[in-house]
């Protein structure tokens, strides 16, 4: 069974940072894309950031320069470090896999096959 499971979530003031892990578990991934969503109050959920099996990433236009997404392949985890945080960024953040081997970066969701749980990110003003 594949899991995902996000942690590094909190509360932050703007222009603060934070850093999201999440750890995959149940098979190899170290071909597989990972990418991070968010989905705000009221909102769909939409793409930030992914990476692909060799390290090519791609990000959303509204956090390219303040996000960098990375991922250790020896313990199957992906990192998004986000700095200067603003109130637009609180969200739920997930991280998704996809399950096609040695493919790039994407940002369309229906890509992805598992999902983890999702960590709050809350940014006070």
């Known amino acids: 069974q594949v899991q995902l499971v996000e942690s590094g979530g909190g509360l932050v003031q703007a222009g603060g940072s934070l850093r999201l892990s999440c750890v995959a578990s149940?098979?190899?991934?170290?071909?597989?894309?990972m990418g991070w969503f968010r989905q705000a109050p009221g909102k769909g959920r939409e793409f930030v950031a992914a990476i692909g099996w060799s390290g090519s990433t791609t990000y959303s236009d509204s956090v390219k320069g303040r996000f960098t997404i990375s991922r250790d392949y020896a313990r199957d985890t992906v990192y998004l470090q986000m700095n200067s945080l603003n109130s637009e960024d609180t969200a739920v953040y997930y991280c998704?896999?996809?399950?096609?081997?040695?493919?790039?970066?994407?940002?369309?969701?229906?890509?992805?096959?598992?999902w983890g749980q999702g960590t709050q990110v809350t940014v006070s003003a």
């Open positions: 998704a896999l996809r399950t096609v081997a040695y493919s790039g970066a994407t940002s369309h969701e229906e890509d992805y096959t598992y």
């Open positions: 149940g098979r190899t991934f170290s071909h597989s894309p």
